[in-house]
């Protein structure tokens, strides 16, 4: 895999996969208590670490930069998006690479709600893909702990799409409704996200090809621009 891109790096405006791209997260920090919106799309949603406990961990991805480190014990991160992070009702996608170390029942990749939003579910050596709406709806395909993964959801407004390193991995059907605020790596219930959590990007209002999340996993970092842009920049909307 790749090295992490290290802050501040910024995602190539001009890239393919940049359009509709309203959240790009590396977690790539190491310290303090803000996560960086990396997707230069306007305005910039930064994300903040909420109490009680603040964890950085060393990336699964390249074994070198920061990741969100969660346990179940010790303390957790918890990381709350914008109020712009709406995605019920339309077409959305999200993809994240996480290191599982514990299936914890309901771990958090993001959480919409009590009742709607995205965790890995599972208990011992295994667990599954799950977006929760009223009821569990999970990849096909058990997945193993102490693994770096890449799982990715798709949804066109009826039917959602699960990704398991870049390949469709099963489909469900349900509406989503809207919920905020939207939370990362922990929920409201302390559902925690047990292991190392690496990257985030979410777009809204596009729906992900098979050939664009495939392209994705073999280099998460094909949108970024070698050496970073100015921050100033992008806050001004000038290079969108």
């Not at 940049?18 to 303090?32: D, K, M, Q, R, V």
Request: net charge negative; glycine share 10%.
């Amino acid at each position: 895999m790749p090295t992490k891109p290290s802050y501040p790096t910024f995602v190539n405006p001009g890239h393919a996969l940049a359009s509709a791209l309203i959240g790009a997260y590396l977690f790539n920090e190491g310290t303090g208590v803000t996560c960086h919106d990396t997707s230069g799309s306007v305005p910039i949603k930064d994300a903040t670490f909420n109490a009680p406990s603040i964890t950085w961990g060393i990336s699964k991805i390249d074994n070198v930069s920061p990741a969100i480190l969660s346990a179940a014990t010790g303390g957790f991160s918890k990381v709350s998006l914008p109020e712009q992070f709406q995605l019920g009702g339309q077409t959305f996608s999200a993809v994240a690479w996480i290191y599982n170390t514990g299936s914890d029942n309901y771990g958090t990749i993001l959480a919409y709600s009590n009742s709607v939003g995205w965790w890995t579910h599972g208990t011992g050596a295994t667990f599954k893909s799950d977006m929760y709406v009223t009821s569990d709806h999970e990849n096909t395909t058990p997945l193993n702990i102490n693994t770096l993964y890449q799982l990715a959801i798709t949804y066109n407004g009826t039917t959602l799409t699960f990704y398991v390193n870049g390949v469709a991995n099963g489909t469900a059907t349900f509406a989503i409704p809207d919920y905020t605020p939207i939370h990362v790596a922990n929920d409201f219930l302390t559902e925690t996200f047990v292991g190392t959590y690496d990257v985030l990007f979410i777009w809204r209002g596009r729906v992900l090809n098979a050939t664009e999340i495939l392209n994705l996993y073999n280099n998460p970092f094909a949108m970024y621009i070698t050496g970073g842009i100015p921050r100033p920049l992008f806050d001004a909307g000038v290079l969108l």
